[in-house]
């Protein structure tokens, strides 16, 4: 399946979305900051990459056209980042918070645009996966609908329908 919205950057409900492969330099290594800050790091799968790395992640997804990455802000505020990754009629989503953003409940507003997004593009199923000892966010995930898909020594694979 391919969505247009993919490869774009846009608005929705008061947010704009930039699309990781057109966001400037400066915007771009403030999310690198971010997404190895120790509170993001410990709880993602992998706890550290490197600026070159994140770099080559960047321009690989310019040629891929079912994974999206986008940095989510509102006004002048960084709010997280947000991934989608079709496969048919479901994709896998993901999401981190900016951690130097001290107010609660970003985590759940990120998690409903990325239903919502996945409504836009047809998508039927999110899918996720979650560390286990990352309690809050699966906290979070469970009171938005999600249930267990496979459970493993480390992780959880959840998932929930898309309601169109």
Same mark, same amino acid.
Request: proline share 5%.
């Given at each position: ?10 608005? @929705? ?8 492969? /057109? #966001? ?36 690989? @997804? ?21 991934? @989608? /990754? ?8 993901? =999401? ?6 001290? /107010? ?13 997004? #996945?409504?836009?593009?047809?998508? /039927? ?30 992780? =959880? ?8």
């Amino acid at each position: 399946m391919v969505c247009a919205l993919l490869k774009k950057n846009f608005a @929705l409900k008061g947010f704009t979305l930039i699309n990781f492969p /057109q #966001a400037p330099p400066h915007l771009y290594l403030f999310v690198h900051r971010m997404r190895n800050h120790p509170s993001v790091a410990t709880v993602s799968f992998r706890s550290y990459i490197p600026l070159k790395e994140h770099l080559l992640f960047k321009e690989r @997804l310019r040629n891929n056209d079912t994974t999206a990455y986008w940095v989510v802000k509102k006004e002048n505020t960084i709010w997280g980042v947000i991934s @989608l /990754q079709l496969s048919g009629k479901k994709a896998k989503a993901g =999401l981190y918070k900016n951690p130097f953003l001290p /107010q609660r409940g970003v985590g759940k507003k990120l998690l409903k645009l990325i239903g919502d997004i #996945a409504r836009i593009c047809g998508v /039927q199923e999110l899918e996720l996966e979650v560390k286990r000892d990352n309690r809050k966010a699966l906290n979070l995930y469970r009171r938005e609908g999600f249930k267990v898909r496979e459970d493993t020594p480390r992780v =959880l694979k959840l998932f929930k329908r898309v309601k169109g």
